[in-house]
């Protein structure tokens, strides 16, 4: 069974435009507040105090309102109200999985180029003793990885620092997750524990790599103390194996790192996860070797999805553990989720527990990720949304001031 809790029109038909908005400041880092600051010209040696107050307000309390800042003079809230709001992504769709799983389709607001506001998925999956946010990257993807559905959509475009952050937002407002909140009323399945997103993924839709430094600023507020005080150990960046900037994402940003290496020779990677024509298997482990911090209480996580007939044999078993040898490695078994037009079907049950049977036997801990959320195609590599990219010549035309076309360039 699969509970909509809210759909809402898509922007055709009946809705009306609606009037252009206040840009939100709900994602922004402190750069960005400095300079709103600056631009309703409050004395520059109170600026710095005023983000702090501003990220606390924003970051750690959930406020959606300048009204709510009470220990900022009323005349600064109302030049913020006149000139900014707080606003959330809008929600085009909300499901909830029989087994709470939750899924959010969310509409950005619309930037230059954009057709209308794409559409992204962030999905929640909570367990008895944490919560996992898996939150996307991009709108699409460059890469074309045989298995994904992502990989089916073009990339439509990079998100945004705050579009990054807005997910987040959007999933601890739904799910409750401020001090003193309420939990969701359908009485979704939270876990037990103080806070209800206790993991952040960068798993959903996109190559996080290829939109380094949105995802970079986003994750620096995520982990700020004084910012969303999500630590870094529990934030996991998955790629397909950008060899170039796995070394410099270590040392900018230091969070847990995940692999989807999926194959053990380059013939078949290449096809699965085509990058590895540009980036072979020995650069990705060399590059895996050298990601800074790592030790046995912190492992790459190597993700290998478990498709029949293809990937799934005993030796491919044995030759990954012998590849991965040397590496603080965790592997994680991941049955594959079908899609529509698929051209893969998921391993037997039996021939999966053979496989892991293996990997544990030569001493990696080996969960088998339990699909979660399959019922709503929240499961990992079933995102995909309807946004396309326009091309140039279907762009808007935007008049600037020197009657030049600036929309189709
Ligand atoms: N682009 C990044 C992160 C997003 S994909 C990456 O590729 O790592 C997140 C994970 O889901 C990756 O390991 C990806 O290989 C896996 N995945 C994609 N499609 C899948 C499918 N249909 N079934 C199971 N896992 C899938
Ligand atoms: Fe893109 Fe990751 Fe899907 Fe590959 S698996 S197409 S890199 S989202």
Known sequence: MVLVLKTVPDGHGLSVEPAAALPSLAGASRDDLLEAFAQLGVL??????????????????????????????????????????????????????????????????????DAQGPEVETVYIPESDRGTLCISSQVGCTLTCTFCHTGTQKLVRNLTHAEIVGQILLARDRIGD???????????????????????VLMGMGEPLYNFD?????????????GLAHSR?????????????IARWGKEAGTMLAISLHAVRDELRDILVPINRKYPIKDLLDACRSYPGLSNARRITFEYVMLKGVNDSLADARAL????????????????????????????????????????????????RTPRGRDILAACGQLKSASVKLRASERAVVPTASGEDAGAN
């Open 321 to 368: 553990v012998r590849l991965l040898a040397g590496i603080p490695a965790k592997i994680n078994l991941i049955p594959f989720n079908a899609w529509p037009g698929a051209e893969y079907e998921c391993s037997e049950w039996e021939q999966i527990e053979r496989f892991a049977e293996i990997v544990n036997k030569a001493g990696y801990a080996s969960p088998v």
């Open 44 to 113: 520059e040696k109170q600026r710095r105090m005023r983000v702090a107050q501003l990220w606390s307000w924003i970051y750690a309390r959930g406020v959606v309102s300048f009204d709510e800042m009470s220990d900022v003079s009323k005349d600064l809230r109302s030049e913020l109200a006149g000139a900014y709001s707080l606003e959330r992504p809008e929600i085009v769709s909300e499901q909830v999985s029989q087994d709470g799983t939750r899924k959010w389709l969310m509409r950005l607001p619309k930037r230059e180029h």
């Open 178 to 200: 401020w001090p003193g909140a309420n939990a969701p009323d359908d009485g979704g399945r939270l876990p037990n524990s103080d806070r209800k997103i206790t993991n952040i």
């Open 214 to 226: 949105n995802v970079c600023e986003a994750m620096k507020i995520a982990a700020d103390s004084g």
């Open 233 to 245: 150990r529990r934030i996991t960046l998955s790629t397909s194996g950008v060899v170039p900037e």
